[in-house]
């Protein structure tokens, strides 16, 4: 065991020590509850599937007192100027920078997701709040349209207060993603994240309000999403949900919400291809398109998990991929040398296993992995990660969303095939393309039905660059003004010039 990985371990255990010992509560009002419901749920970890603690499991009480406190709160934060919400949340992004060693500790081994990768995760939560504040003072601004005898100017107010119900896979840094926007907009916020990931909400809660954040502004309700989250979707006083899981739940909560008229923004799932042509850097698109689906656990929306080959070169490129494959080193999330920890459950990890057999079924060959992995000793979520080749798109292992560091390679004939084939699936949320052809790279990028596609790159992101998806992957996008757009409401002022002809009834 390396040192940094030892200390690794005593600093997350001294942070876990006083999730163990309280039940982990709500944060309502700007205060710590366990609620009135009594229940709760165990929070395990996947390293070894051993409880870190009790959770409070929230329920139509709890998020009722947490929806009254964020709609109590709203008038004075709608009101506060745009540069006091600035200071404020760059207040948060301060602290958020100056806890993030903690913050990564706690969700690698809430999560399971490597400490290589959290501890940039909390750094770009820094950098949410940090972007969407500096553009708080300008979240009104709109556009003047002017006719002969009129002046119409549009501005834009928040909302109102909207829930947050974010997933497991990365939990900090899409809450921040979804809270930071919302709180610059002028709106207060509700969030619910995932139960099986609870414990790095309850830091931000906190560490919003010691920054300076009025009570009420920011609140948690922890439970289940057939509980908690339901009520959230359905509750009169939230004005809009922003959601990030996969696209049944985003079914659920469409019906859910649909008696209180909720405005909904989604982030779903995805099956993203990456398209590997004959003329492209090989060498660059081996390592991109093995970044984008084992990093993360490929627990990750924007995973290139299906891998098509142009067949010129399909054996060659599908060999290199089977030797990194083999390459990859498994093992616990806290080690820096790890590069694929733990899923994040039990039943994640059984759901992940179950398409080995489904590739064989299908007639697919496991080219690498495809077992689980003997890290840990079995009592982790640990498996090996796996590569599917011999595969057709219609095959389950090509069309479902696996979620986990799974990969499956489909060779392609030429362009027409590999936009039919890359189009040819319920989801549409990224795409990546590899090619040195640059004509190509644009026909292709334009073919494509996903909401963000990548041109020899790998998942770079821009904040002001609208992020979300198409067909199954998506309503509505986010970053920069995109996000003011969801969390705030357009208003038209019209204003005569006094010159104009008023109709004039009743005058005979
Ligand atoms: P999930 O849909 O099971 O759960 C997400 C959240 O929704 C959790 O907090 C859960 O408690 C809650 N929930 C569940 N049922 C609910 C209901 N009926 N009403 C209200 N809330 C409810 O998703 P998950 O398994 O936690 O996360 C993995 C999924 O998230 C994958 O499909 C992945 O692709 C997707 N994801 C998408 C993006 C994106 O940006 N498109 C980003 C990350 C993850």
């Keep these: 065991m390396s040192t940094d990985f030892e200390k690794n371990i005593a600093d997350a255990e001294a942070l876990l020590n006083p999730f163990r010992k309280n039940t982990l509560g709500h944060f309502v009002d700007g205060k710590s509850t366990i609620g009135s419901s009594g229940k709760t749920f165990e929070n395990v970890s996947p390293v070894n599937n051993e409880s870190i603690g ?10 009722d007192a947490a929806c009254k406190s964020a709609a109590a709160a709203f008038p004075a934060w709608k009101a506060m100027k745009g ?50 504040a500096d553009r708080a003072p300008d979240a009104r601004n709109g556009q003047a349209l002017p006719q002969d005898e009129h002046i119409n100017y549009t501005t834009r107010q928040p909302i109102g207060p909207v829930g947050v119900i974010t997933p497991w896979n990365t939990p900090f840094m899409l809450s921040t993603w979804k809270i930071a926007p919302a709180l610059a907009a002028g709106c207060t916020v509700v969030h619910k994240p995932a139960e ?31 509980s908690a989250g339901k009520s959230l979707t359905e509750h009169p006083d939230i004005k809009a949900i922003a959601f990030v899981g996969e696209s049944r739940t985003g079914t659920m909560i469409q019906v859910q919400g649909a008696p209180t008229l909720k405005r909904v923004h989604f982030e779903l799932g995805g099956k993203n291809p990456v398209i590997v042509f004959d003329d492209a850097d090989l060498d660059r698109a081996l390592d991109a398109a093995i970044f984008m689906i084992y990093s993360l656990n490929g627990e990750r929306c924007t995973s290139s998990s299906r891998l098509l080959v142009q067949s010129t070169i399909y054996d060659e490129f599908v060999a290199r991929v089977v030797e990194r494959v083999n390459n990859l080193r498994v093992g616990h999330p806290l080690d820096p040398a790890t590069e694929v920890g733990p899923m994040i459950h039990k039943s994640h990890f059984d759901k992940v296993c179950g398409y080995f057999d489904i590739a064989k079924t299908d007639g697919a060959t496991i080219a690498a992995g495809g077992r689980e992995s003997d890290v840990g000793g079995g009592a982790g979520n ?18 479902e969303e696996i979620f986990g560091p799974v990969l499956t390679a489909i060779p392609f004939a030429d362009e027409a095939d ?58 509505g996008r986010d970053g920069g003004d995109y996000s003011f757009d969801f969390y705030m409401e357009t208003k038209n002022i019209c204003v005569a010039l006094g010159t104009h002809r008023v109709p004039q009834l009743g005058k005979g």
């Design 196 to 226: 099986f990931s609870p414990l790095s909400a309850t830091m931000l809660a906190e560490i919003c309000s010691e920054a300076g954040l009025p009570d009420g502004v920011l609140n948690l309700v922890n439970g289940k999403g057939e």
């Design 83 to 132: 540069g006091e919400r600035r200071k404020l949340l760059n207040n948060v992004a301060d602290a958020i920078e100056a806890r993030s060693r903690d913050i990564s500790l706690v969700e690698s081994l809430d999560t399971g997701q490597p400490i290589r990768f959290m501890g940039k995760a909390a750094i770009r939560g820094a950098a949410n709040f940090r972007f969407f």
């Design 382 to 399: 640990y498996l090996q990660p796996t590569l599917f080749t011999q595969a057709r798109n219609d095959m389950r292992i090509a069309q």
């Design 418 to 475: 590999a936009i039919e084939i890359a189009n040819d699936i319920e989801y549409g949320l990224a795409g990546y393309l590899w090619t040195n052809d640059i004509g190509r790279g644009h026909r292709i990028a334009q073919a494509l039905d996903a909401g963000m596609i990548w041109v020899n790159s790998e998942n770079n992101r821009h904040l002001p660059a609208p992020f979300g998806g198409m067909k199954a992957s998506g309503i």
């Design 54 to 63: 009790q959770v409070a499991a929230g329920d139509a009480q709890e998020v």
